[in-house]
């Protein structure tokens, strides 16, 4: 599995864009990049998918460079509710793998 | 929308005491997790249940950890032995046929406290 590294924290404003890019240089020709969301006490949730390029949904956008040894997590216009962990994981999609966690983003929006 | 529901949502117990933690998945979902999140640290993987067996399970389950579909819609885990390190947030996840292994949908938890 392709090691993951990612800001331990990230401060913001209510309305404001932003962006968590998180680094994996040993990403393998299968893999696909993930991102889930977690709030205090609850489950992980899954939030967008990407292989290259960009991947757009309701909540957020995934940016892949071509060399695909990073991706940026989007979100527009945060607002209190998004104050959450915020998950990059890479892996192969085919088979019953487990997902593997690393200590994720933690997003504080302001008021 | 379809949810994985657990119960109980908290579990106190004594140390050495056995403990069954439940799941129902989504109901046409045919591959189960469990992970668990000791206070402050990463989601950890436990197990993968698909067909009626383990795929695949972590360090982390041991012998004294045991899962179970006892019918169509329930999706069990079983401390035999609690210790005090087994205080825990356990999820349980499942996924749904022809999704890819990285879309599982998460329970909102059962948090074990062994005292």
């Known amino acids: 599995l392709a090691k993951t590294t990612q800001p331990i924290s990230m401060d913001s404003y209510e309305g404001q864009e932003v962006n968590i890019t998180c680094s994996h240089n040993?990403?393998?020709?299968?893999?696909?990049i993930t991102w889930y969301q977690q709030f205090p006490s609850q489950g992980p949730r899954f939030i967008i998918q990407?292989?290259?390029t960009k991947v757009t949904n309701e909540v957020a956008s995934l940016f892949i460079p071509a060399d695909r040894k990073s991706s940026t997590l989007s979100l527009p216009r945060v607002s209190l509710s998004d104050t959450a962990v915020y998950y990059c994981?890479?892996?192969?999609?085919?088979?019953?793998?487990?997902?593997?966690f690393g200590s994720g983003t933690r997003l504080q929006v302001q008021p | 929308e379809p949810e994985v529901t657990q119960t109980p949502s908290h579990q106190v117990t004594q140390m050495g005491q056995e403990v069954i933690l439940r799941c129902v998945p989504i109901?046409?979902?045919?591959?189960f997790y469990w992970y668990r999140q000791i206070l402050g640290q990463k989601v950890e993987f436990l197990v993968s249940?698909?067909?009626?067996?383990?795929?695949?399970k972590s360090e982390i389950f041991d012998d004294q950890f045991s899962v179970e579909r006892p019918d169509g819609s329930n999706f069990t885990l079983k401390i035999r032995s609690t210790k005090l390190e087994d205080s825990a947030m356990y999820f349980c996840?499942?996924?749904?046929?022809?999704?890819?292994?990285?879309?599982?949908?998460f329970g909102p938890g059962t948090r074990l406290t062994v005292l």
């Open positions: 996840a499942s996924r749904g046929q022809g999704a890819s292994y990285n879309e599982q949908f």
């Open positions: 040993n990403i393998a020709t299968n893999d696909y």
């Open positions: 990407g292989y290259k």
């Open positions: 994981l890479v892996g192969d999609i085919q088979g019953r793998r487990a997902l593997t």
């Open positions: 109901s046409n979902h045919l591959y």
């Open positions: 249940f698909y067909n009626n067996e383990i795929s695949e």
